[in-house]
């Protein structure tokens, strides 16, 4: 049976950097995300007697990296039905993938979504979660809607997210900034694996709790200046333990950093304006609906963004009607 499905990328609120379980993608922390109603994946699949292997196309390509990846996840999923039918996949995002906008993110969990009703298998959304979690962390993320809590455990079975707020909370408003059309050498996958070596990540860890806290307590109480402060130190913090991790790396370009300078100065101006990112260089700017068409105009005259995306927080993967193939 063939089916489709549309999964929104996020961005997360409180980070979650490294990992207690490889294997399994199980976090060291809890992290909150929202999910971005302009970063989008449709992903169409239907498994066909007639195929001999898997055939995947993603954004009009062929890449085996990726290809290998979804192969892999479609082994699970199979699994979980018992059966040896291959698949036909085809992907598209309408944001740029492997440069820090989470493509990954709604990319798989388009892909449960879509493998698993194409099998028949009515999952619960935990299960849901629980399934993309182990093809991309943030994966399971994108599958409940709104403002979501990814929670840790060190069983497999017990980390997943789920909605803590709808969609339709809070109208606040994220721009993504472009600021680079090259996608990061270092995977986040990979960069994860060096975490626990950074000397700061244990203090992290032992703040992050009452962190979780207060931003969720900011978001209950649309408390937008309190929000955008824990989200700004929050991100500088992940990057302070990745550029001090026994790998060190650093995902900024100039342009990064210049529109974090251009941001401070903006707040000093009276624009409440916040920034956060991902492991990568394009920036997430958060701002208030009532001051989205200041935000708009001020960041189409900086030379160095390249693109604008504008989003509200965004519902739940969901099955749609409109084929890719």
């Given at each position: ?27 060291a922390n809890n992290s909150i995300s929202m999910n971005l109603s302009n970063l989008k994946t449709i ?105 979501v809590e990814w929670y840790q455990s060190t069983s497999r079975h017990d980390s997943f997210a789920k ?163």
């Amino acid at each position: 049976m063939k089916k489709t499905a549309l999964a929104y990328s996020n961005i997360a609120l409180i980070k979650y950097w490294g990992k207690v379980d490889f294997t399994n993608r199980l976090p060291a922390n809890n992290s909150i995300s929202m999910n971005l109603s302009n970063l989008k994946t449709i992903t169409t699949v239907e498994f066909q007697p007639q195929l001999k292997k898997d055939d995947v196309l993603i954004d009009g390509a062929k890449v085996d990296k990726e290809i290998i990846r979804v192969k892999k996840h479609l082994d699970r999923i199979r699994k979980i039905n018992n059966t040896l039918l291959f698949a036909k996949v085809v992907s598209q995002n309408n944001f740029p993938k492997s440069t820090g906008l989470s493509s990954s993110a709604s990319g798989f969990a388009a892909l449960t979504l879509a493998a698993t009703s194409g099998l028949n298998l009515n999952l619960s959304e935990n299960k849901l979660s629980h399934l993309a979690r182990l093809a991309s962390g943030s994966a399971c993320r994108s599958i409940p809607g709104g403002f979501v809590e990814w929670y840790q455990s060190t069983s497999r079975h017990d980390s997943f997210a789920k909605t803590i707020f709808p969609d339709s909370y809070w109208n606040i408003v994220d721009f993504v900034a472009v600021v680079g059309g090259q996608k990061k050498d270092i995977s986040t996958s990979f960069a994860q694996r060096s975490a626990f070596s950074s000397p700061f990540l244990k203090v992290r860890l032992k703040n992050l709790p009452s962190k979780l806290k207060y931003l969720k307590l900011a978001i209950e109480e649309k408390n937008f200046p309190v929000f955008g402060e824990i989200i700004e130190a929050e991100a500088l913090e992940m990057h302070a333990i990745i550029m001090t991790q026994a790998r060190p790396l650093i995902y900024f370009l100039p342009e990064t950093l210049a529109l974090f300078r251009q941001v401070r100065m903006w707040r000093l101006e009276g624009l409440l304006v916040f920034f956060t990112l991902n492991t990568g260089h394009d920036v997430h700017l958060f701002c208030q609906e009532k001051d989205k068409d200041i935000l708009n105009k001020k960041l189409t005259l900086l030379p160095f963004v390249k693109r604008i995306i504008i989003n509200y927080p965004a519902g739940k993967a969901a099955i749609i009607n409109k084929h890719l193939f």
